[in-house]
């Protein structure tokens, strides 16, 4: 069993399968300053030395040598990490900073391609879907680093190790080593439907629950094997006015939804929607872990799975614009009073407003087909205060504030959705003080809890048509 067997086999197919999550993959990009400040250090100190391309592999001994070296790096962290955290904000906090740092490794140079490669595979380690991440890598990555990240793989599933990272992909597939090393990776991979492990094609009911990846070892925790569906609370309301939710991963947000729309859990002093109705969910990714949610909800709620990679797919030369309208038209579809975005890492066009009703300067006039029909409500929730870290990051970014001294406070925000990213007119605000915090995952829990109470209390107070400011100082 030769290790290229599985890394041609696995790569082949993976670049064919092709992947829709290569836009959250995007969106969950991190800056990490003190990072990026040691490393222009260190590309400064190689440009300075003549000796430096030394250390870029050329030979296949020397690439055999630097591939050595980074596996036992690789098991090294993996064995001093036996005590990863298990809650979700920390697994993400974890899976964030590893793919940053690869990245600015990876743009560092071939020298660096080693050093990137282990970066990735401590993310992909912890990762729910160990394939979805590789599909992901395949797009993203250099071709470079993504055959040594295939090669680490390769090599983890041969030794077969306590908690490795290719037992994750192997498990993920339901096949054992020797399957996989003789190409169950490709074989599996090839039986999927025609999008791989991203969205399907169009709309469509979403009952498939999400794999739920089983891995040994203490280093193969993942967000789906700690994250279980909750079983229902209670039933929710079916009548009332009607909320659509946009998701893209977990869902935790859209649980508090749920849950707030459960009459029999208004006594229990639980932030709730009264004469309120979930009406239907919408992921632009299938493994997202709120389909079950929606699954186990009491009764069900209907789900569609559409992403732009599947539209891309089924219409060919067309790309966000039109997705992004026929995505709008799916949620008129539901005739919603207030479409929410809980974690859509989709960041929606002119065009999707305007098909909502929505109309501006910057949008230009509202369509024909929406004339005489009020806008559609939507609201977003981001974890910062009003123009403070708008975009993707906005924890870390606060963290580092914090660290360097600029800022003591962060918050969260229900805010309108306009064309400008998260710099819609505030429905909620709530301020976070940011005293005593040692380590980014207690920033993240603080924020957690506040975030789902006040989607909660967004979601009511637009509906309620009440749309003006309220500040918790």
């Given at each position: 069993?030769?290790?290229?067997?599985?890394?041609?086999?696995?790569?082949?197919?993976?670049?064919?399968?092709?992947?829709?999550?290569?836009?959250?993959?995007?969106?969950r990009r991190r800056n990490e300053a003190?990072?990026?400040k040691t490393?222009?250090?260190?590309?400064?100190?190689?440009?300075?030395?003549?000796?430096?391309?030394?250390?870029v592999?050329?030979?296949?001994a020397e690439r055999a040598a630097a591939l050595d070296r980074a596996y036992a790096e690789f098991k090294r962290a993996e064995r001093e990490e036996e005590d990863t955290p298990r809650d979700l904000a920390a697994l993400r906090s974890y899976f964030d900073r590893h793919v940053a740092l690869g990245e600015t490794l990876s743009a560092a140079g071939p020298a660096a391609h080693y050093d990137a490669a282990v970066a990735f595979m401590r993310a992909l380690r912890v990762y729910a879907e160990p394939l979805e991440l590789l599909e992901i890598y395949s797009k993203a990555l250099g071709k470079g680093v993504y055959g040594i990240v295939m090669e680490l793989i390769a090599r983890?599933?041969?030794?077969?190790?306590?908690g490795h990272a290719g037992a994750a992909v192997v498990a993920s597939l339901?096949?054992?080593?020797?399957?996989?090393?003789?190409g169950g990776v490709s074989a599996e991979l090839s039986n999927k439907d025609g999008n791989g492990s991203a969205a399907g094609a169009g709309s469509g009911s979403a009952t498939a629950a999400p794999k739920v990846t089983a891995t040994s070892g203490a280093g193969a925790v993942t967000e789906k094997a700690v994250q279980k569906p909750e079983p229902p609370k209670g039933r929710r309301s079916t009548v009332g006015k009607r909320i659509l939710v946009l998701i893209s991963g977990s869902g935790s947000n859209f649980q508090a939804l749920i849950d707030a729309t459960i009459p029999s859990l208004r006594t229990s002093g639980q932030p709730h929607i009264p004469n309120a109705q979930i009406v239907g969910v919408i992921s632009n990714r299938k493994a997202a872990f709120g389909l079950e949610r929606a699954r186990v909800a009491d009764p069900p709620i209907p789900a569609d799975v559409f992403s732009l990679q599947?539209?891309?797919?089924?219409?060919?030369?067309q790309g966000r614009d039109e997705y992004d309208e026929e995505l709008a038209r799916m949620c008129s579809a539901y005739t919603p009073d207030v479409i929410v975005l809980a974690g859509f890492m989709h960041i929606v066009s002119p065009r999707f407003l305007r098909v909502l009703g929505h109309a501006s300067a910057s949008l230009g006039p509202g369509l024909p087909e929406t004339e005489g029909r009020p806008p559609v409500p939507i609201i977003n929730l981001h974890p910062a205060l009003p123009g403070q870290f708008d975009g993707a990051g906005a924890i870390e970014r606060a963290f580092e504030a914090y660290k360097a001294g600029t800022i003591t406070q962060t918050g969260v925000m229900v805010h309108e959705v306009i064309a400008e990213v998260d710099r819609g007119a505030p429905v909620l605000v709530e301020r976070i003080e940011m005293a005593g915090v040692e380590r980014i995952e207690e920033l993240e829990e603080r924020i957690h809890t506040v975030e789902h109470r006040l989607i909660v209390e967004g979601t009511r107070k637009v509906l309620e048509r009440s749309?003006?400011?309220?500040?918790?100082e």
């Open positions: 069993m030769k290790t290229s067997t599985v890394v041609t086999a696995s790569a082949a197919t993976l670049v064919s399968v092709g992947v829709a999550s290569a836009l959250y993959f995007d969106y003190t990072l990026r490393l222009r250090k260190q590309r400064k100190e190689r440009a300075a030395d003549p000796t430096s391309s030394a250390s592999p050329r030979t296949s983890d599933v041969v030794e077969n190790t306590a339901g096949s054992d080593k020797e399957d996989a090393a003789a599947s539209f891309r797919k089924a219409h060919p030369g749309l003006g400011t309220e500040r918790r």
